[in-house]
């Protein structure tokens, strides 16, 4: 069992920026892939976006297109989504998956999220 722990979420003004993160405490997400996942409030789940357990894929969504960045750190223990150019449409709790040699999907593990407010 694979526990994901979310972070970065918070406050942020239009047009600014978060970095969330996603770590696996006592693991090692290599050879993971990694999604990441929002639920705005009062709509479904929607992918964001993901990277492939062999980095050889990644996926955005079209409304994070050129905003969203994923990355992971050289010691695999965590994966990023930065966020940049953000708007109030970003607003919503922002979940990350993991799924061992996975391609996107399916998602075995699931993090308990962090919510991202973009608010004048």
């Known amino acids: 069992q694979v526990q994901l722990v979310e972070s970065g979420g918070g406050l942020v003004q239009p047009g600014g920026s978060l970095k969330l993160s996603c770590e696996a405490p006592?693991?090692?997400?290599?050879?993971?892939?990694i999604g990441w996942f929002r639920q705005a409030p009062g709509s479904g789940r929607e992918g964001v976006s993901c990277i492939s357990g062999s980095d050889d894929y990644t996926f955005y969504m079209d409304s994070v297109k050129g905003r969203f960045t994923m990355s992971r750190d050289n010691d695999k223990r965590t994966a990023h989504l930065q966020m940049d150019s953000l708007g109030p449409d970003d607003t919503a709790d922002y979940y990350c998956?993991?799924?061992?040699?996975?391609?996107?999907?399916?998602?075995?593990?699931w993090g308990q999220g962090t919510q991202v407010a973009v608010s004048s």
């Open positions: 006592g693991d090692i997400l290599d050879g993971y892939a």
């Open positions: 998956a993991a799924q061992y040699k996975g391609s996107c999907r399916p998602w075995e593990f």
